[in-house]
C-alpha cells in the first residue's frame, strides 16, 4: 500500500493502470489505486518511468541505470549498453519511440532500439546535469539543468540551444510545457523559484519565489494554463 511511503514518480497510461515509483520499488495498481501489487524491479530511488504504448513495455530509470520489462513488471532487463554508470533523472519517449535517458554530470543520451544500446545525445551537453526532460512536439524538447538553466532542441534531441534570458543560469528541477498552447513554457528551480515564457523558451519571467518551498518538484500546466506545482518543503 502507498500510505506513508515517499512516491518519487507517479505514471497513468492510457488504460487506467497507476505506476508509482518509489525510493525502493515499482508499484501498479490495476484498481484505481485500491490496491497497490509491487512488481519484481529492482529500483533504487526511481527517476523516470516511460510505457511505450505500441507494445506495453515498461521502462524505469533508478540510481542503477534503466531496466525495462515487457510482461507487465514479472520480469526485468537491464538497459545499460553504452549508458553511464550514475544515476538516470528522467525518462521520457518521443513520438517516434525514441528514448531519452536524463543523467547527474553526464548529459543526456538516446535509445533508438528500444534501450538495446545508447547514445550520447550532443556534445553540447557533456557534464551537464540534466534534471528533467519535456517532449513538447515530435521535433521539439526542452531539459532543465543544474546550474545551466533550460536548453531547447528543434531537432529531435541532436543539437541544442541554452535559452536562459531572463533566468540566467538558475538550477532549474523541471520543465514542462502548456497543453493549449505549445509557445507556452514553464520552469522550476531548486530555490523555489518558477518561470515562465510565452515564446517557446526565448525569454523567461519570474511568475512566483516561494518562501517555503525549497525546491518545485513538478508543474502540471491546466485547460488555460492554470498551473499546479509540487514542491519539496524545506
Not at 492510457?14 to 508499484?27: E, K, M, R
Not at 553511464?84 to 531519452?100: C, E, H
Not at 553526464?106 to 547514445?119: A, H, I, R, V
Not at 505549445?182 to 511568475?207: E, K, P
Request: aromatic share 6%.
Amino acid at each position: 500500500a502507498l500510505p506513508g511511503r515517499s512516491v518519487k514518480r507517479l505514471l497513468i497510461r492510457p488504460n487506467g493502470d497507476i505506476l508509482a515509483g518509489l525510493s525502493d520499488s515499482l508499484l501498479i495498481s490495476h484498481d484505481n489505486g485500491a490496491t497497490w501489487p509491487a512488481t519484481k524491479a529492482t529500483v533504487q530511488n526511481t527517476g523516470g518511468i516511460v510505457v511505450d504504448e505500441s507494445d506495453g513495455t515498461i521502462y524505469v530509470g533508478s540510481w542503477s541505470g534503466v531496466s525495462k520489462s515487457t510482461d507487465g513488471g514479472s520480469t526485468w532487463t537491464d538497459c545499460m549498453s553504452g549508458l553511464p554508470n550514475v544515476s538516470v533523472n528522467d525518462l521520457a519517449m518521443n513520438s517516434a519511440g525514441v528514448l531519452f535517458s536524463a543523467h547527474q554530470n553526464m548529459g543526456l543520451y538516446f535509445s533508438n532500439d528500444k534501450g538495446g544500446t545508447w547514445t550520447s545525445a550532443s556534445a553540447e551537453l557533456e557534464g551537464v546535469s540534466v534534471k528533467s526532460i519535456q517532449i513538447a512536439d515530435a521535433a521539439t524538447m526542452y531539459i532543465a539543468t543544474a546550474g545551466m538553466g533550460v536548453y531547447k532542441s528543434t531537432d529531435a534531441g541532436s543539437t541544442w540551444v541554452q535559452m536562459v534570458t531572463g533566468m540566467d543560469k538558475q538550477d532549474c528541477s523541471v520543465v514542462s510545457v502548456s497543453t493549449d498552447n505549445v509557445q507556452h513554457v514553464y520552469a522550476g528551480t531548486l530555490s523555489g523559484r518558477l518561470y515562465g515564457s510565452t515564446d517557446a523558451g526565448a525569454t523567461w519571467t519570474q511568475l512566483l519565489l516561494s518562501q517555503y518551498a525549497q525546491s518545485i518538484a513538478c508543474i502540471l500546466p491546466g485547460p488555460n494554463d492554470v498551473l499546479q506545482a509540487g514542491v519539496v518543503w524545506d
